[in-house]
Structure formats: C-alpha cells, structure tokens
C-alpha cells in the first residue's frame, strides 16, 4: 500500500485488525507504521548484506511527516555507503557511559595519585561530575557540556549542600560563594580523565582539552618586620648556612611570588613570543610592587612597605 505520506493523509490512516505500513510514494522504503493499538510511527524499511531489515525512526506526532522523510533519507544515504543504521544504533545503546569511565578511573588512576589528592578528586566527581553526566555516553559530552558544568561549578553553591536535611536546621544556608579555583582543578581532572577514555578506546577526542581557565586570585600575605627579623634570627642559628647551593631556604621568599605571577599574569595571557612575555610580566611586576596595596601591609605597596625606612612611613 502506498500514499503520498502528508499530516492529513498520516492522521486519517485507519486502524485495521492487524498493523501495516502506508510507504511514502516518494522516498523507497521509508512508511507509516500503524499498529492495532492505534499508535502510529515512521519506520524505513532496507536491505544490507542480503537481509532486510527494519529501523523505527519515530512515533507521530513527536516526529512530523517532514522530519521523518529527511531522516529516512538521512539513513539511506548511510546505507548506501555501506553503513547499517541498525549495528550504529545497537552500538550507541551499549556504548560507555560517563558514569562507567568515572568508575574505571577512580579504581585505576586515582589509587597512583597521593592520597589527599586522590580523595580530593573522587569527591569532585561523585558530588559535581556524577549528579550531572551519571547517565549520559562517554561519546556525547561535547566541549560545551564541559564549560557549562564548570561555570557551574566556578558559581559555588550554599553550604551545607544539603538542601533538605532529616534534622531541622538552626542556621538558613550561607549564599553560594564563587569557586573558580575549584572549577580549575574540576577542569584539570576531567581532562586527564578524558584523555584516559581515548586511550581506552571510549572516544576519539578529548571535550575537555583546552578548557576555559577562571581567573584565580592568589592569597598572598607579607610578613611583618617583626616577622621578618624573627626569620632571620632564626637562619641565622641554621645548622644548614649554606646558601645558593640548594638550601631550602634559598628560595623561601620567591616561591610565594612566583605563583601569583603565574596565576594572575602567565596562565591567564597567551603570549606570541619571549619579548612579549617579558614585556606582559614586566608590566604586572611594576604593578605588583608600585602600584597594588596589600592588607597584610595596612594597606601600602610592597614598595612602599619595604623601600622606605620605618621613621619616613611614620612620618
């Protein structure tokens, strides 16, 4: 039986005792399916490797005569390169979900990382991850899904998490605080862990690789000059004076400085060459010392804290 399928023709389709199929007159293979208990769907019907075969594209009227016809021949176009629609949709159906990769790399790459870090992550991903992507395929998380779930981490979430606890709460919950240094570390575990589902054949390519980092503002705090003359008091009576040849203490004032520039100067530019990074570096130097305030410093910059003699900041 065949018709010219239409929305007029689909809704007058009449039930009969047993199901049928109504072909389009214009696309092969692809009909109307109406079965007894009077639901009605688009369905193609093809032949492949000697065997016919039957793939359901959709019920009516979820799917419109239109979107079932372009699909159908969407499908035909694959068969005629030799694809079966049929082995891609069985292959999708069993194909991993993030929930499976999540397990895979808490039981196999966490236990290799230090224990608190290790913790660390397992708790970003059953608390942040899992309750997002739990269900989803491996396959199907695109870059876009990764931004979003990590600009909704960046935008924090009321403590307790628990929104509706058994006992009554004495205290309302604190308004979320934004978290982008815990977006970054979500981002940088869901890239190493994407690129284990490459290596573990789950999918192609990495949704994760080149994230967009949220700026973090480092904690930076100054010692006092009493601070400072107890420090030194203290390397003084050192048994361990030596000094540029690896001493820990050689570096116990540059380390503090050398991450804030990385992570407010370095991680956030994309410099062309070296003269460029030096000037951008320079630049963020002459702020850091000048022209930045600092708390831990009642408010004075580092040069002004430490480049004039206490009688003059006094005075």
Request: aromatic share 8%.
């Amino acid at each position: 039986m065949k018709a010219k399928l239409s929305e007029r023709v689909v809704k007058a389709a009449e039930i009969g005792s047993r199901k049928y199929v109504l072909f389009d007159e214009d696309t092969p293979g692809f009909g109307l399916c109406v079965y007894t208990t009077g639901r009605k769907g688009f369905v193609l019907i093809y032949r492949i490797a000697g065997q016919q075969k039957r793939f359901t594209i959709g019920v009516w009227p979820t799917w419109s005569v239109t979107a079932a016809r372009d699909e159908a021949k969407r499908l035909i176009r694959e068969i005629d390169r030799g694809e079966d629609p049929l082995d891609t949709r069985k292959a999708a159906r069993g194909a991993p979900t993030v929930k499976e990769l999540a397990e895979r790399f808490i039981e196999e790459h966490l236990p290799k990382l230090a224990k608190t870090n290790a913790s660390d992550q397992k708790s970003m991903l059953e608390k942040l991850v899992l309750p997002e992507w739990k269900n989803r395929k491996v396959a199907d998380i695109t870059p876009t899904d990764v931004d979003r779930l990590l600009t909704k981490i960046a935008a924090g979430r009321a403590r307790p998490s628990k929104k509706k606890p058994t006992q009554k709460r004495r205290k309302k919950l604190a308004p979320p605080k934004p978290t982008p240094v815990r977006a970054n570390r979500g981002g940088e575990m869901l890239r190493k862990m994407f690129n284990l589902s490459m290596l573990w054949k789950m999918r192609p390519d990495n949704p994760a690789f080149g994230f967009r980092r949220r700026p973090e503002v480092a904690r930076d705090r100054f010692l006092s000059f009493e601070e400072i003359e107890r420090l030194a008091n203290a390397l003084a009576v050192d048994e361990d004076q030596r000094a540029g040849k690896g001493a820990w203490r050689d570096n116990v004032f540059v380390e503090r400085l050398w991450r804030t520039i990385k992570y407010e100067e370095v991680y956030l530019r994309a410099y062309a060459c070296v003269s460029e990074a030096r000037a951008g570096i320079g630049r963020y130097l002459n702020f850091y010392n000048r022209r930045r305030p600092h708390s831990s410093l009642d408010g004075k910059t580092p040069d002004q804290a430490y480049f004039t003699t206490p009688e003059a900041v006094a005075a």
